[in-house]
């Protein structure tokens, strides 16, 4: 029987997040758009040139800030129990709200690789 120091087990939550099996649907281009048009989009992910993510910027788009911020209210600094993920359900794939070390903001996460019960790679979202 090994004993763990739970200060060092990383706090996830999933709360309102959407779960891996759930397809997120592409947006649709405004409607009468010509090739050579311009529309406004907000850069959301960048992993090389020939791979990244735009959101279609609309009237009622999240700003990504205020997301932050809500995030942080939400959460604050200490996560309630209902917040965290148990053992069982962490899992590849899995969306989630973590802290980056040092930092003291939420940010949206997917769990890439569960590597030991103290290490968890993970990709940020934001």
């Known amino acids: 029987t090994s004993t763990?120091?739970?200060?060092?087990?990383?706090?996830?939550?999933?709360?309102g997040v959407i779960q891996p099996d759930v397809m997120i649907p592409a947006q649709q281009f405004p409607p009468g758009l010509k090739v050579g048009d311009f529309f406004?989009?907000?850069?959301?992910?960048?992993?090389?040139?020939?791979?990244?993510?735009?959101?279609?910027?609309?009237p009622l788009s999240y700003d990504l800030d205020?997301?932050?911020?809500?995030?942080?209210?939400?959460?604050?600094?200490?996560?309630g129990p209902g917040l965290e993920v148990s053992w069982e359900d962490l899992r590849v794939g899995?969306?989630?709200a973590a802290r980056v070390e040092g930092e003291d903001k939420w940010y949206r996460m997917v769990v890439l690789r569960v590597i030991t019960i103290t290490i968890i790679q993970v990709k940020l979202l934001d």
Not at 40 to 58: H, K
Not at 66 to 79: A, I, Q
């Open 66 to 79: 205020d997301l932050v911020d809500e995030m942080s209210d939400t959460y604050g600094s200490v996560v």
């Open 94 to 96: 899995l969306h989630c």
């Open 40 to 58: 406004d989009v907000l850069v959301g992910e960048i992993f090389s040139p020939g791979l990244f993510y735009v959101q279609l910027m609309q």
């Open 4 to 15: 763990r120091d739970s200060s060092m087990v990383p706090k996830l939550s999933t709360a």
